[in-house]
């Protein structure tokens, strides 16, 4: 059976930074795709940046290019979201998901396993 589990959410200021950490266990394989999905209080769900570990391929929304960087720990299904210079409009509940093979992107349609979610909120 297929785990997610994310930590890493907590309380910033404006400008500061978290490290969120997924960790998926029980495929067989370690080339999957995984991702992480955010979605604030009265708005839809938006996928924020994924990545296939097979082959390092990285996504990105435009809302948080060059300021959050998606990564994985070698050889293990273990994926990180650095965030820096956060925003207020950063705060959400923060979702790892994964699906085995490439990413589908950011929709979130294509990923089958999913965690409970953990909580970032950027106070100004």
């Known amino acids: 059976q297929v785990q997610v589990v994310e930590s890493g959410g907590d309380s910033v200021q404006a400008g500061g930074s978290l490290r969120l950490s997924c960790v998926v266990s029980g495929y067989s394989t370690n080339t999957i795709c995984m991702g992480w999905f955010r979605q604030a209080p009265g708005k839809e769900r938006e996928g924020v940046a994924a990545i296939y570990t097979g082959g390092h391929k990285t996504y990105y929304a435009d809302s948080v290019k060059g300021r959050f960087t998606i990564s994985q720990e070698n050889g293990k299904n273990t994926a990180y979201l650095q965030m820096n210079s956060l925003k207020p409009e950063d705060t959400a509940m923060y979702y790892c998901?994964?699906?085995?093979?490439?990413?589908?992107?950011?929709?979130?349609?294509?990923?089958?396993?999913w965690g409970q979610g953990t909580q970032v909120t950027v106070s100004s």
């Open positions: 998901a994964t699906e085995g093979g490439p990413c589908t992107e950011l929709e979130a349609y294509g990923y089958n396993f």
